[in-house]
């Protein structure tokens, strides 16, 4: 029997097997839609509105606040309308077991009896993140309790889990889609030979900078350009690995590399949101950094002004086969565009990190 500990919240991260035998179609539609699939007056009430911040929320360390997804929400009602809305790739499902709605005949046949005697004595709500369900590449948030308020709470509980569920499914459909043309392995091959590790290099990328310690990949377009640099340091003591000690490194890295043509120093911007969590990276432990950088240049009264600015993310772990601190940072400058699908875009670069020596089973 499956036992739920306090706050008697379930929340399961399942892989479905999907490998070389998987014959099922991709899921449809927009990378960035999000399908909630929630009757139409829990819509409106405590389910709604716990959709609309978590799954539907935005991401703050933005120059600007983004939506992470676009919220497609109607009731499913019939099950002709249901088999077009469970082929694409973001869905949530969110209904209390006890209802009579189309959508509670889904929740119902997901969790199981025992779960939903479990639930209903406890009066808590359970949230399940499974990818690949009906489609390949996709990922569905399932919420269920006895009431709208419990599926509320625990949808609420189980913001990052969502989230991060989610954005590894976008990315996972991100990575299959950028690199299916024109990668380069010639100079992933360059990277693995003089520097021991290498990330996948999408077509229109080059290497502007590669020294011992130090690599600056970019991509330059008229009015945006992308960077991801990956900067290592050779015995290492992974006790030197804080918050503080990530934070300064970065500022440090952009200050020496990242000079503008007319001056100014690249730094993160103190008077924005910036978010340092703790991750699992390609099975190593991580910390993770997001937030916005800045251009600053001074007058001549010596005050500071930004110059440029755009998000950026930070991966810093230390490799333990290697000995080796790794830092790799994906910067974005895109004026008058959104920032978060170029945003995801270095981040699936930097996932691809590899060393010749995989990372220890944990």
């Known amino acids: 029997m499956l036992r739920l500990t306090a706050p008697?919240?379930?929340?399961?991260?399942?892989?479905?097997?999907?490998?070389?035998?998987?014959?099922?179609?991709?899921?449809?539609?927009?990378?960035?839609?999000?399908?909630?699939?929630?009757?139409?007056?829990?819509w409106e009430g405590a389910i709604g509105e716990a959709v609309r911040e978590t799954a539907g929320g935005t991401v703050r360390t933005l120059p600007a606040p983004e939506s992470r997804y676009t919220t497609i929400a109607g009731a499913v009602s019939t099950e002709d309308r249901w088999e077009e809305v469970r082929s694409n790739?973001?869905?949530v499902v969110a209904a209390p077991f006890t209802d009579s709605t189309f959508e509670a005949s889904i929740v119902r046949a997901f969790f199981s009896d025992a779960v939903r005697a479990e639930l209903r004595q406890s009066g808590q709500g359970a949230v399940v993140v499974r990818p690949d369900v009906w489609r390949r590449g996709q990922t569905v948030v399932f919420a269920t309790g006895p009431?709208?308020?419990?599926?509320?709470?625990?949808?609420?509980?189980?913001?990052?889990?969502?989230?991060?569920?989610?954005?590894?499914?976008?990315?996972?459909?991100m990575q299959r889609d950028m690199f299916d043309r024109g990668r380069?392995?010639?100079?992933?091959?360059?990277l693995m030979a003089q520097h021991d590790f290498a990330v996948?290099?999408?077509?229109?990328?080059?290497?502007?900078?590669?020294?011992?310690?130090?690599?600056?990949?970019?991509?330059?377009?008229?009015?945006?350009?992308r960077n991801v640099f990956v900067y290592y340091?050779?015995?290492?003591?992974?006790?030197?690995?804080?918050?503080?000690f990530a934070r300064s490194l970065r500022d440090s890295l952009t200050a020496v590399h990242m000079e503008g043509s007319q001056g100014g120093q690249i730094e993160i911007d103190e008077r924005l949101p910036f978010e340092i969590s703790e991750i699992d990276f390609n099975g190593r432990y991580a910390l993770e950094?997001?937030?916005?950088?800045?251009?600053?240049?001074?007058?001549?009264?010596?005050?500071?002004?930004?110059?440029?600015?755009?998000?950026?993310?930070?991966?810093?772990?230390?490799?333990?086969?290697?000995?080796?601190?790794?830092?790799?940072?994906?910067?974005v400058f895109a004026p008058n565009n959104p920032k978060l699908p170029f945003l995801r875009q270095v981040e699936v670069i930097a996932q691809t990190f590899r060393t010749a020596q995989p990372a220890p089973a944990s």
Not at 147 to 173: C, K, P, Y
Not at 184 to 190: I, M
Not at 301 to 322: I, K, N
């Open 289 to 331: 950094l997001r937030g916005v950088w800045a251009m600053f240049s001074e007058n001549a009264d010596g005050r500071r002004f930004p110059t440029m600015a755009g998000p950026f993310v930070t991966y810093v772990f230390y490799d333990e086969g290697q000995r080796r601190l790794y830092l790799i940072d994906g910067m």
């Open 147 to 173: 009431t709208d308020q419990s599926v509320a709470d625990a949808l609420r509980q189980s913001d990052d889990r969502i989230d991060r569920g989610l954005e590894r499914g976008t990315r996972s459909i």
């Open 233 to 244: 340091e050779d015995d290492f003591d992974p006790t030197r690995l804080t918050p503080e």
């Open 184 to 190: 380069q392995q010639n100079l992933e091959d360059t």
């Open 89 to 91: 790739k973001n869905i």
């Open 200 to 225: 996948n290099v999408q077509h229109d990328f080059f290497i502007a900078r590669s020294e011992p310690g130090f690599v600056w990949l970019r991509r330059v377009l008229t009015n945006t350009w």
């Open 8 to 42: 008697l919240l379930l929340v399961l991260a399942l892989s479905a097997c999907t490998g070389d035998s998987d014959f099922r179609p991709f899921a449809s539609g927009n990378d960035t839609d999000l399908y909630a699939v929630v009757d139409s007056t829990s």
